[in-house]
């Protein structure tokens, strides 16, 4: 289960076979595999041994992609982290993670510089910075020099094993405080064959990724991609009029989107059903696809719709294509080799429709998160993860996604769930996006507050919105208090919303 053989397998069965498009750029798989083993006997050359921790702070570029494949042949462990970290977020992640090299884009010579003297666990040649026009600043080395002169052949075996960490991956933040996220070969290994396999994949697919690949949600399509050695088409920056031109153009048949992208995709003046025929999967991940928006997908590409609920702690449940109508509002059952159950907080199982605390395990759960036992035993307790979400099944055992149990608002001591809030207000003809949260009040504990992000060409006075969510909601207690309008919501690399950020600033700005 060693997920670095694959690409040298491929290398060397169908060499000319279309490995990577990038920027109208195509690297064959024999191409790949020279442009992988050149950065994989720099990292050896450079005294970067197997398990040793490499750190990024990269766009979506040649350099992060080459670094996650020499990190899988040379057993190095790498720690991708989000191109958005402030300089003391950075300093935290890189000193947490015992990182011993840096790769960073040149935009953060200046923030890596400030902090050198708090990281001494990096030496001062370790920081090599990518995208240089030229020369690099002073006290860096470039992504060419670092690999300049070295052999593409492929690097010594590095004799790994089922339980060598291929990567930690940091939390993206959106509930708390990040954490490192350990993942094994054997733990990749698995999402290689369980989404290729879910997601109907075969070596002919072509998969486009216009996200960010810093989230553990792009290992979804990437290692499937290098599993059954198809063809990936990698944008720089999400675009949604680009998306719909390659899909077309380059006949691409998987694309896994955030909500977010979906609904760009959707509201694009090019979006037209027929340019994205080719398409045998549009997969959403990260966050709740309104049910709208849903609807919206099977009306126009029906057959095509995909829905993952999933953690980076490793458990996920898929609604299939073929379920995508007749079970609207579900987000699927586990695959193979998962187990799912619903829990009251006494630890008893739930009934069926009973609303508990989703939980799970199968051979893609972390072994634990990197240098916290304390926190991973509070995740997996008895072997079960506790996702922090809440949820219910139906007869059939498919899940219905509730919400995140932190973000439940509790209003005069009933349960309040945003996600049926949102669900509605999305109707409203002027709204692109909601976000509901909770901010205290002083005679019903909590209250719903709504967010709001308007169609272009739309425009709604708040008393309005707010009575025409009140006089819909299920309950009084679900009755809006107050609502913003925002240009735009705040996201993270990933594309999820930062549901936490809109609240905090609410909070903040009333002084609540």
């Not at 053989?5 to 060397?12: D, F, Q, V, Y």
């Not at 042949?73 to 977020?89: E, M, R, Y």
């Not at 300093?91 to 050198?116: C, E, Q, W």
Request: charged content about 20%; glycine content about 8%.
């Amino acid at each position: 289960m060693d997920i670095g053989s694959l690409l040298p397998r491929h290398a060397r069965y169908r060499p000319e076979h279309p490995c990577l498009i990038l920027d109208d750029e195509t690297f064959s798989y024999a191409r790949f595999n020279g442009v992988v083993n050149r950065l994989s006997n720099a990292l050896l050359r450079a005294g970067i041994k197997k398990g040793d921790h490499i750190a990024t702070v990269l766009p979506n570029g040649i350099e992060l992609m080459t670094l996650y494949w020499a990190a899988a042949k040379t057993g190095i462990v790498i720690v991708p982290s989000s191109t958005l970290l402030q300089q003391s977020g950075l300093r935290t992640l890189l000193d947490d993670s015992d990182s011993v090299i840096v790769f960073a884009d040149v935009g953060f010579a200046t923030m890596l510089d400030a902090i050198r003297s708090d990281l001494p666990d990096i030496a001062a040649d370790r920081f090599i910075l990518a995208n240089c026009q030229n020369d690099s600043p002073d006290g860096f080395q470039t992504f060419e020099t670092f690999t300049d002169g070295t052999s593409e052949d492929n690097p010594p075996d590095a004799r790994l094993t089922d339980s060598d960490v291929y990567n930690i991956m940091y939390s993206s933040g959106t509930t708390g405080a990040p954490k490192g996220i350990i993942h094994t070969h054997y733990v990749r290994s698995n999402y290689c064959a369980h989404f290729a396999g879910a997601f109907r994949m075969t070596p002919e697919s072509v998969v486009l990724h216009a996200g960010s690949i810093v989230f553990n949600g792009c290992m979804l399509d990437l290692m499937p991609w290098m599993y059954f050695g198809e063809t990936y088409v990698l944008h720089q920056a999400f675009d949604a009029g680009a998306v719909i031109r390659d899909i077309n153009t380059l006949k691409v048949t998987h694309i896994v989107m955030v909500p977010s992208q979906i609904i760009a995709v959707l509201n694009h003046p090019d979006f037209q059903p027929e340019k994205l025929q080719s398409l045998e999967m549009i997969l959403s991940v990260g966050a709740p696809l309104l049910l709208n928006y849903k609807q919206q997908l099977n009306r126009h590409l029906p057959g095509k719709f995909y829905e993952l609920y999933g953690l980076t702690e490793g458990f996920v449940t898929i609604l299939d294509c073929m379920d995508s109508t007749r079970k609207a509002g579900s987000v699927g059952v586990p695959p193979p080799f998962q187990e799912m159950k619903i829990l009251r907080p006494d630890g008893r199982e739930c009934d069926v429709g009973e609303v508990g605390e989703i939980c799970g395990r199968g051979p893609m759960m972390m072994p634990g998160y990197y240098n916290r036992p304390d926190l991973t035993a509070e995740t997996i307790v008895d072997g079960w993860l506790h996702t922090g979400d809440a949820g219910h099944v139906d007869e059939q055992g498919y899940l219905f996604l509730v919400d995140r149990i932190k973000d439940m608002i509790i209003s005069g001591g009933v349960n309040v769930y945003p996600k049926d809030i949102e669900e509605l207000m999305v109707q409203h003809p002027a709204i692109l996006e909601v976000a509901v949260f909770g901010t205290p009040d002083e005679r019903w504990g909590e209250v719903p507050i709504a967010a709001i992000v308007c169609a272009d060409d739309q425009s709604v006075d708040k008393d309005e919105i707010i009575s025409w969510t009140n006089e819909r909601v299920a309950a009084k207690f679900q009755r809006l208090q107050d609502a913003i309008f925002l240009e735009s919501f705040p996201r993270n690399v990933a594309g999820k919303t930062l549901k936490r950020e809109i609240k905090e600033t609410y909070i903040k700005d009333r002084d609540l």
